[in-house]
RNA sequence: GCGCCUGUAGCUCAGUGGUAGAGCAUCCGACUUUUAAUCGGAUGGCCGUUGGUUCAAUUCCAACCAGGCGCACCA
């Protein structure tokens, strides 16, 4: 509350400072200042001490509500009441009688307990409507005087949009067939203090939605069932993970060498160690630790930190799901992730055959499957109008002539020294084909030098046991053979600080420990894969969190 | 980092070289079955910030700030 002495600051500070009075209740009075630019200004250089009451339109709103709970407490009732006995949810109310004739719920008379965030307040003076939701689903209430305690309707007339409050009484319809509850008791459960969104427009700004979860949920019952069908994606991926015998861990997300992904990383700080640590861009290598110690399946559904460009398609901290297990190797992992997201989909949405923007897609197994350099070669093949042999894919200067020829928009090959034919032919995978690759895809066979974990194939240096999935032009898994040859993976970290010199923050940085842990168990075989549930798998059904 | 766009009432948006308008929201009044209820009245604006041109700028110009989109990076 402004004091005196404030309120004289202001006026000799300015000429254009107005003063409207606005009693509230009690004895205290609110000084509402309209001020001059100057005076504003003079605000934010916080001349004055605190105290001054500086009002906008909104904060016109905040106090009108204020004094609304202020009356309701005036009136007797607890204005942050403890508790509140449902009998029915509204969703319960309207999955259980929603379809019941006029007629059926007059013979019935059922009566129902139940409470909601008022979203539409219609009222005719002595008859009155709300509209109450529970977050996901809605059914109007009838308030009439003469149906209603007397207190009850005066708690009514001091109800604003987006207040919680409780009712009782028995359904019915109305003369225009709308199913509703015919209040005898309404209970004020919470005030809303700051306005909702409009109910016209309602919330439609991306931005607050997502900044603001909270209003998008209170308003957008789709808001809830992204958060709903997302959380039944993660349980059934850890059921089916389980029940294979996989056992669920939690490795460190705090690392001295951010290993195990091409991304770069946040850094952080350990005041008791005085030492710089990186949040982790995978779980792999501590995975991967745990398989060579002898736990021979195992996998991690946790949070991954990439220091990169955020989008729609890209949040810095992300989940993903990342499992090890030993003797198999990629072939094995395809026919696995396959019967993976066919069982996910068929459990947490009821199919698996879905919507995705314009396309119709069956998740269900088999997937298509393509080796990488092939599908990047038929479809620069069909673009260039001849024939691009794969092997032409494995020479620099001819690959780096294959892209210039296909003329990618914003797209320049990496100069010779940075990054050789398997890079470039990454690069046209991502250019050429990932949008395309609708229907689930296995592309596999990757190159080496995009690989510095993976196995080479038997007879072809060049080349790793690797694959990646695709749906819906999107990447939703990575996986591969993993390379245990510890003398291998000391050439290929080497190839790695090599990159890092030349510039590439991405490349990998050595990891001893992680060789060492190599050659302990240079006789076994293990192997990766990775999928992202929180990002792809919740937008195959709907869109991200 | 580069390019493009936007900034006017709480929200969604009109508009003009002579300091502003609508709908919704808010407040007061009427109304005992409404569906964005309706009707009458009222409140609410440094027209993003700073500077320039001008007798006069919310409007024209410039810079800046904030936000968005695209590209690049990336999953």
Same mark, same amino acid.
């Given at each position: ?10 006026? #000799?500070?300015?000429?254009? +400072? ?17 001020? #001059? ?37 005036? =009136? ?7 508790? $509140? ?8 109310? +309207? ?5 019941? @004739? ?29 509209? =109450? ?72 700004? +991306? ?19 992204? $958060?709903?069908?997302? @959380? ?6 850890? *059921? ?49 630790? =745990? ?19 955020? @989008? ?77 042999? *794969? ?84 990447? +939703? ?47 076994? @075989? ?12 919740? #937008? ?6």
């Amino acid at each position: 509350m402004a004091s005196a002495k404030n309120s004289k600051l202001a006026k #000799s500070a300015t000429t254009e +400072v107005t003063e409207r009075k606005l009693a509230t209740e009690g004895t205290e009075l609110v000084i509402i200042f309209r001020v #001059s630019p100057f005076f504003r200004g003079v605000l934010r250089g916080s001349v004055f001490p605190r105290g001054i009451v500086f009002m906008s339109s909104q904060d016109e709103q905040l106090q009108q509500r204020q004094s609304n709970l202020a009356e309701l407490g005036n =009136l007797g009732i607890e204005i942050y009441p403890r508790r $509140f006995d449902r009998r029915h949810t509204i969703s319960q109310l +309207v999955d259980a009688y929603g379809l019941r @004739s006029h007629d059926e719920l007059e013979a019935e008379k059922i009566e129902t307990v139940t409470s909601g965030r008022i979203l539409t307040i219609r009222s005719f003076g002595k008859a009155n409507f709300l509209v =109450l939701s529970d977050g996901r689903a809605k059914v109007q209430v009838y308030l009439r005087q003469d149906s209603l305690p007397p207190l009850d309707f005066q708690i009514f007339k001091l109800l604003d949009f987006g207040d919680w409050v409780g009712v009782e009484g028995h359904l019915f319809r109305t003369k225009t067939n709308e199913f509703t509850i015919w209040a005898s008791r309404l209970h004020f459960l919470a005030k809303c203090l700051l306005p909702l969104p409009e109910k016209w427009h309602g919330l439609t700004d +991306v931005e607050i939605r997502y900044r603001q979860r909270y209003l998008d949920l209170s308003v957008n019952p789709d808001s809830r069932r992204v $958060f709903e069908t997302r @959380s039944r994606i993660v349980s059934a991926i850890r *059921e089916f993970m389980t029940a294979r015998g996989y056992l669920e861990v939690e490795t460190p997300m705090m690392q001295p060498i951010a290993g195990g992904a091409i991304a770069r990383p946040f850094v952080t700080h350990h005041n008791a160690l005085d030492m710089d640590l990186y949040l982790r861009v995978a779980p792999e290598l501590y995975l991967k630790r =745990l398989t060579i110690g002898g736990l021979e399946k195992v996998f991690e559904i946790n949070r991954n930190f990439r220091n990169e460009g955020i @989008s729609t398609q890209h949040n810095p901290e992300f989940t993903m799901m990342e499992f090890y297990e030993a003797y198999a190797d990629y072939h094995s992992l395809m026919a696995m992730t396959e019967e993976m997201i066919g069982a996910v989909a068929r459990q947490a949405i009821g199919t698996d055959e879905v919507t995705f923007g314009d396309h119709q897609i069956s998740l269900k197994a088999p997937y298509r499957r393509r080796s990488l350099r092939h599908a990047v070669a038929e479809e620069a093949s069909e673009r260039l109008g001849r024939q691009v042999d *794969e092997k032409d894919l494995r020479d620099y200067w001819t690959v780096v002539k294959l892209a210039r020829d296909l003329a990618l928009p914003n797209y320049i090959p990496p100069a010779p020294g940075t990054g050789g034919a398997g890079r470039i032919t990454m690069d046209l995978l991502e250019r050429l084909c990932e949008g395309q690759l609708i229907e689930p895809t296995f592309v596999y066979d990757f190159p080496t030098e995009v690989s510095p974990l993976s196995k080479q194939k038997p007879d072809d240096p060049e080349t790793v046991e690797r694959f990646e999935l695709y749906i819906g032009g999107f990447e +939703v898994a990575n996986a591969f053979s993993e390379l245990n040859d510890p003398a291998e993976q000391r050439r290929r970290f080497e190839e790695q600080l090599k990159e890092r010199a030349r510039g590439d923050l991405e490349a990998h940085q050595m990891d001893e420990d992680y060789i060492r842990w190599t050659r302990i168990t240079s006789e076994r @075989s293990s192997t990766a894969c990775r999928r992202r549930p929180a990002r792809d798998s919740a #937008s195959i059904v709907s869109s991200c969190c």
